[in-house]
């Protein structure tokens, strides 16, 4: 119970703040990116990977009193172990790029690299490109990678506190005993050279190359065995001292630990195999698919682009009248026009004779409607830019309107040039001709 929240120490959860307003956040599993500039919020898509970690402690004491009043036994144990587990998660070749397309665009937009048409035009691409990836998977088997399994378990604990005190006193004790040998064999050579200070002369005789004889022959390899047992009682000692002092520093007083790790086991589930044949037979659908998505048109991508950047629509309005036809703002407006149409009449060839029926019986009574909203809004304009007295149209009037509406409003070149027309008209036939072909909400500008 008291190790079940254990797992937190285990788990990510970072809350960073940043500038202006700006914040990051990683959380499991096991770590992933919450990215927020003020109401824009980008997550990094799901790790390909997840966790499983458990964890125990178990502890017991034991206090007991034998019939000697000034004997107490105690005895206690803690144990506890811990594992963690973790495996891949299989996901095919269109989840991961589509995930981390919708994320790098997001990112884009939240690093400001991108305008606010930008979003939508790659949402249309995406969508775009998910139906024919989506299609190559479902006709030659989605290649998905092996999945991985990881696991490793590791346990630690104490010894009984009797135990530890004997393995404790047992080291002790071979610690004063390879120190009492030391000094015995210390002593043996000690008297050696009391009794006939040779050693070391003959130790130099030796190396030098003569050859012993007699006495020295025999002092040589007395003083040479006493060399022998102070080199091994010296290492003895030391070795049994340092077992004593560690096993002593480890017990804390009296606890000797004990650790222990699992190996870690790695499993490979293998993917399933492609059927090579089946993968041949469809060849040719899969490059149809990705000849038709790579041929797609992104001209009306681009011109949507184009003539709704704000730059554009500054630089149209400034420029007015000057705006060639044939200007690349001019030829985008034409084409985005023609592609309405376009569609239009594809939509209205479509159409079954009654529904076309019904909806040109729709289309006149709209149409009707506009001529009568037409016809109001351009008595409107009329009076606005007229002579008072003579009833004339006075081009002064007309062109301070358009300034201040072209000044006020982003248009688009065919608009500017309609306007421009509107300018130059002298009488009441071709002022209404120019008039109708302007859009609704311009029309309504000019009759105010």
């Not at 989840?95 to 690093?111: I, M, P, V």
């Not at 991985?148 to 047992?170: C, M, P, R, T, Y």
Request: net charge neutral; aromatic share 4%.
């Amino acid at each position: 119970m008291l190790t079940a929240c254990g797992a937190n120490h285990n788990s990510i959860y970072r809350y960073q703040p940043l500038v202006n307003g700006k914040s990051l956040t990683l959380i499991d599993a096991k770590q992933r990116a919450i990215i927020q500039s003020g109401t824009k919020t980008c997550t990094e898509p799901p790790p390909d990977v997840f966790s499983v970690y458990a964890q125990s402690l178990a502890a017991s004491g034991k206090v007991s009193k034998s019939t000697d009043p000034t004997s107490l036994g105690v005895e206690g144990s803690l144990a506890y172990s811990s594992s963690e587990q973790g495996a891949t998660i299989s996901r095919t070749q269109a989840f991961n790029l589509l995930a981390l397309q919708t994320y790098y665009n997001c990112l884009s937009s939240l690093n400001g690299d991108a305008g606010r048409l930008d979003a939508p035009i790659d949402r249309a691409r995406l969508q775009r490109m998910m139906v024919s990836i989506l299609a190559i998977e479902q006709l030659t088997g989605a290649l998905r990678p092996p999945v991985v399994v990881i696991g490793a378990s590791g346990s630690s604990g104490s010894a009984a506190a009797g135990e530890a005190v004997v393995a404790i006193d047992k080291a002790f004790t071979s610690a004063q005993t390879a120190k009492s040998q030391l000094n015995e064999a210390t002593a043996k050579r000690g008297k050696l050279d009391d009794a006939d200070p040779k050693c070391t002369s003959l130790a130099a005789s030796v190396a030098a190359g003569t050859v012993l004889t007699g006495d020295d022959q025999k002092k040589r390899a007395d003083c040479a065995a006493a060399d022998a047992l102070v080199a091994s009682t010296t290492a003895n000692s030391s070795d049994a001292t340092a077992h004593y002092e560690a096993l002593k520093s480890a017990s804390g007083g009296g606890n000797s630990n004990t650790a222990q790790t699992g190996v870690i086991d790695a499993k490979v589930i293998a993917a399933i195999v492609r059927d090579e044949e089946t993968v041949r037979q469809v060849t040719g659908a899969v490059q149809k698919i990705v000849a038709d998505n790579m041929q797609q048109d992104e001209t009306k991508f681009f011109c949507i682009r184009l003539l709704g950047d704000p730059d554009t629509q500054r630089t149209v309005a400034t420029q007015q009248a000057r705006v060639s036809s044939d200007s690349l703002t001019a030829q985008c407006s034409s084409f985005l026009m023609a592609s309405v149409a376009y569609e239009q009449d594809k939509v209205f060839g479509a159409m079954s004779p009654d529904a076309r029926q019904e909806f040109e019986l729709q289309k006149n009574r709209t149409l009707g409607a506009l001529r009568s909203a037409q016809d109001s809004a351009f008595a409107g304009y009329r009076v606005m830019v007229q002579d008072d007295t003579t009833r004339a149209i006075v081009q002064a009037k007309v062109a301070a309107k358009i300034d201040r509406i072209i000044a006020t409003n982003s248009l688009i070149p065919p608009i500017l040039a309609q306007l421009e027309l509107l300018r130059g008209a002298t009488n009441d036939s071709s002022a209404r001709a120019v008039f109708q072909e302007l859009p609704g909400y311009i029309q309504q500008l000019l009759a105010r």
